[in-house]
């Protein structure tokens, strides 16, 4: 794999600069027994992830279609990195093992990773392309019903457990054409949905927790640190001069307006004219689709090693204002003002933390809810072309409404 330019932002190790190769998952039932019957699950998401405790609901929703031998698609919001592990909890559960597609870059965390996440059921996806190796095998798990498939449909950590960002359609395809080949004789079966909400508690002591985290951006600032201010105040100031430094450096000055409309100029800032070169003209849309479209575009060339160092070098610049576009769109304006919770503080600051350093420090006392919601039913016929998805508009619907009603059990900090 390439080396970065040192002048580019931190892209995480997300983009991987070499040809892409379709990763399979691991077979057979023996690997997801074993991880289950040692616990691993447990102490991975304790150790490297805080997740001390977790709680299950809706679970008679997953066996009900497992005993009708449904093919079963699992469409979780994508919040935190745990997230894929923590769906083990559900399986131990159900009593069933899983497939998963996973990023290829997560195949290239380290030969212990990669030897892992196969045998727990994760197959590869290749996000900056069409995958038709990924797409096939997806297809296949939920045609044959052989175990249920895990699909985070917004295709990226959103690091906001309370609100969905936009949702792939990609996901809509792969169902109905399963569902289609499902419903030919001798099967004559069905292909359903089950949205997955997850949902963190902190359990902890927030303001002991985030003192030091606070201490050490403001540091980095160069301010004295505001322990003066309350809770809310000081990680709205610091979110305000984290945006105001990213407009100095883009646009030359901070910007007027509301906090939603600096956000999205600046992220049109960053996007529109990588969009008018390589796209032809500027797009519209959630982010994350926006941001797919752009690297579909400037990395093939790279991979095949085929630039001089100089161009490489500016497209990895591109893909870090691409990247920090992503961050950005990770910031809901009115995330702290409409219900200022305890776990909504913690994400926001776990958000500056990341975006300033490329890593989260593990706080603890986390306990994940993981609930199942009703099954969609797939219908084999495809949307007209043009048209809205509506099996995606339900599972974002209903979605929505699962991590609503969740979000109330959080505490509003006091």
Not at 64 to 88: E, K, Y
């Amino acid at each position: 794999m390439g080396t970065r330019p040192s002048e580019a932002s931190p892209v995480q190790n997300v983009v991987i600069e070499k040809p892409y190769r379709f990763v399979p998952p691991v077979r057979g039932s023996l690997w997801p027994a074993i991880f289950q019957r040692l616990r691993l699950f447990d102490i991975y998401l304790r150790r490297v992830h805080g997740v001390v405790d977790h709680e299950c609901r809706g679970v008679d929703r997953l066996r009900a279609s497992l005993r009708a031998g449904h093919g079963i698609l699992l469409t979780p919001n994508h919040c935190r990195p745990a997230d894929p592990v923590v769906i083990g909890f559900l399986a131990r559960q159900a009593d069933c093992a899983l497939y998963a597609m996973a990023s290829w870059h997560l195949f290239h965390q380290g030969r212990l990773t990669r030897w892992a996440i196969r045998r727990m059921g994760a197959f590869s996806v290749y996000r900056e392309g069409i995958d038709r190796e990924a797409i096939n095998a997806a297809t296949q798990i939920l045609e044959t019903a052989e175990r249920p498939l895990i699909i985070f449909p917004e295709g990226g950590i959103t690091r906001t457990n309370d609100q969905l960002h936009a949702l792939l359609d990609g996901v809509a395809f792969i169902a109905r054409t399963a569902a289609k080949k499902r419903a030919r004789p001798p099967v004559s079966g069905k292909v359903v949905i089950h949205p997955v909400a997850l949902k963190y508690r902190f359990q902890g002591d927030l303001a002991t927790t985030l003192a030091p985290v606070l201490a050490e951006i403001e540091h980095r600032l160069s301010w004295h640190p505001q322990r003066d201010l309350p809770l809310v105040p000081r990680i709205s100031k610091l979110g305000l001069a984290l945006l105001a430094l990213k407009e100095i450096e883009y646009f030359g000055q901070s910007q007027p307006g509301r906090l939603g409309e600096r956000l999205a100029r600046l992220i049109d800032r960053l996007l529109e004219p990588l969009e008018q070169q390589w796209l032809g003209e500027p797009q519209a849309g959630g982010v994350i689709p926006r941001v797919k479209a752009l690297r579909m575009k400037i990395l093939p060339e790279m991979v095949r090693n085929q630039l001089p160092p100089a161009e490489r070098q500016q497209r990895w610049r591109q893909l870090a204002d691409i990247y920090l576009a992503q961050q950005v769109a990770s910031y809901p304006p009115d995330y702290l003002t409409s219900h200022p919770s305890v776990d909504r503080l913690l994400e926001t600051v776990e958000r500056y933390e990341e975006d300033l350093t490329d890593q989260v420090r593990v706080h603890g006392h986390l306990r994940v809810i993981i609930e199942v919601g009703e099954a969609i039913e797939v219908d084999p016929q495809r949307q007209q072309r043009g048209q809205p998805e509506p099996l995606m508009t339900e599972i974002e619907t209903r979605l929505q409404r699962m991590l609503d009603s969740l979000a109330q059990e959080s505490p509003r900090w006091s």
